[in-house]
């Protein structure tokens, strides 16, 4: 298994421009986390999907954020607009099954710097 | 879930025993104790978790105390890949956040 992937592995955009991050778990995952982690506030759970369906999107910072997941084996973090506080690693992770002692299973992340 | 109390840095000398303690006095009847590093750059790893009994996998052993309120993570013979941040985790089997702390930050030297 090639494990969790995530593109792009860099972004640099410039303020007020769309981006999109995207996830591919591993295939038979059922649950979908994505992180964010920045030296000021370390990992953050943004949301957390089950079977395709956004269960806790509490961390979503603000409305400028959004994240889809239209199946199984894809998901996308959009941010609209981007500000330059949005410079962040964005992980993606993925789990067999949520309640049971499975562990997560993370992606290599995307640095998006926002200038 | 339980907080936990890491020291923020450590240095271990090649191909001896690291040994990172966690202290998590508030845990729950339970909760598991879990463990994750994080190598620069990268996204974190899982390494082992337990409930009451000591654990041990191919990467590291967990020593849980009878109390339950420490725990300890053993690398038996570290190598400078094992340089990372190490998170010590505290999480219900009902529940699906983790919440990361800042961790131990260990530093193998050659």
Redesign the interface.
Known sequence: DAGVIQSPRHEVTEMGQEVTLRCKPISGHNSLFWYRQTMMRGLELLIYFNNNVPIDDSGMPEDRFSAKMPNASFSTLKIQPSEPRDSAVYFCASSSEVGLENEQFFGPGTRLTVL | DAKTTQPPSMDCAEGRAANLPCNHSTISGNE?V?WYRQIH??????II?GLKNNETNEMASLIITEDRKSSTLILPHATLRDTAVYYCIVRS??????I???GTRLKVLA
């Not at chain 2, 089997?93 to 983790?98: D, F, H, I, N």
């Open positions: 598991y879990y750059s990268q996204g974190p790893q899982y978790h089997p009902g529940t699906y956040k983790y990361f702390g800042t």
